[in-house]
């Protein structure tokens, strides 16, 4: 029996905040979780922007930090209107909602095709770029069932596999995850398809910025946005040290399904999965053996207590913000804390005795100014010395 779409709530940016917001994630060393900080603190994108230059120096920042201007998001956003995109805030409703639900979530998406297909729950389906024929025909018998299921399917745009689920879901909608920007897709024989998908049913998503050559350790960014969007995900094929595992890691750790299909030991584009059976993922043999995994996840409401959005309006700033006074002595404290080795913020917190404001206050600062390395949500270690 076919499911129904989410519910879409949220609240649409304003045309000034949407700026802001792109501001400041296309700032120097902003990242979704060094943005999402940022805002939680200041309580705006705009007044986060104000303060950057001032958080970097306490930081210990060597040189003059970069704001993307005005200019340059007006002109990013210039260039997805004439590529027929927007940029999408997490907080709005035509952000996928399993998507927004993960720790570091994209703060803007750009987006071009049915944006429908981002409200519907989804199956994420990956595996070996020099896929047998076999499967490539399995792939797509579990895309086109569960799209007649009522599941969107997410993918990568990549050869082999990828490709085999984008085309069999192309009537039911797909998403296709990119590596680069929207207008660099990747690989450039799948041009036309994607130009099929974003015409149709399905959608285009990407994290990155137009113009954006995709280089190899933008891939992983593109599995983690498939495994992100996705209640869980189908691995068809997967060598050993194949990115399709690297999609399969970010979907366990985000707490979603993992079905691995089986295959000969004798083929070396099986060995992942065959690991991943090992490891506790779901057998599957059949569309339906994915289908049975993912009902009951597939709520109407699953993710409609989510609701991660900076306020509708922001306050109009007649001066610098406001920020939390913390002496050098604390500061030092914090960094004396903090080693090569990853720590919980939690940890850090008990260890110097400092309020969780204070301790937060300095990690964005020494963020910012390019000394901390952040691994998850919770986990922080200092940089490697340049």
Avoid at 55 to 63: N, W
Avoid at 84 to 107: C, N, S, T
Avoid at 221 to 242: F, K, P, Q
Wanted: proline share 7%.
């Amino acid at each position: 029996m076919p499911i129904g779409g989410a519910r879409r709530n949220g609240t649409a940016l304003t045309e000034r905040q949407r700026i802001a917001w792109l501001r400041l994630i296309r700032s120097d060393n902003v990242g979704p979780a060094t943005f999402r900080d940022l805002v939680n603190h200041f309580g705006s994108a705009e007044a986060a922007l104000e303060a950057l230059p001032d958080l970097s120096r306490r930081g210990g920042a060597d040189r003059q930090f970069r704001i993307a201007s005005v200019a340059d998001a007006e002109r990013e956003l210039e260039a997805a209107h004439r590529f027929g995109a927007v940029f999408v805030g997490i907080g709005e409703p035509d952000y996928p909602a399993a998507l927004k639900e993960i720790d570091g979530a994209p703060p803007l998406l750009a987006m071009k095709g049915n944006p429908q297909a981002a409200s519907r729950p989804s199956l994420g389906i990956v595996g070996s770029r020099n896929a047998s024929a076999s499967g490539a025909k399995f792939a797509a018998m579990i895309a086109r069932d569960a799209g007649a299921a009522g599941y969107v399917i997410t993918s990568g745009l990549a050869r082999g596999i990828d490709t085999a689920a984008h085309r069999a879901s192309l009537g039911t909608g797909t998403i296709a995850a990119l590596a680069g920007g929207l207008d660099r897709p990747y690989p450039p024989e799948n041009i036309g398809l994607l130009q099929e998908i974003t015409a149709g049913e399905g959608l285009a998503i990407s994290e990155m910025p137009f113009g954006w050559e995709p280089r190899a350790r933008d891939f992983p960014r593109r599995n983690r946005l498939v495994a992100g969007t996705s209640l869980g995900v189908a691995i068809v094929e997967a060598a050993s040290r194949s990115g399709s595992l690297i999609t399969a890691r970010y979907a366990a750790d985000f707490g979603r399904l993992v079905f691995a299909v089986p295959g000969s030991p004798l083929d070396p584009r099986c060995h992942g999965t065959n690991d991943l059976l090992k490891q506790g993922a779901i057998l599957t043999t059949s569309p339906a053996d994915v289908l049975e995994g993912l009902a009951p996840l597939s709520r109407d409401d699953l993710f409609s207590r989510l609701n991660a959005r900076e306020p509708a309006v922001e306050p109009v700033s007649s001066g610098p913000p406001a920020t939390a006074t913390l002496g050098e002595g604390g500061r030092a404290l914090v960094v004396e804390a903090l080693g090569p080795t990853p720590v919980e913020i939690d940890d850090v917190i008990r260890h110097t005795g400092l309020a969780a404001s204070e301790v937060h206050l300095v990690l964005l600062e020494l963020d910012l100014a390019g000394q901390l390395c952040r691994h998850g949500a919770n986990l922080v270690s200092l940089a490697p010395a340049q």
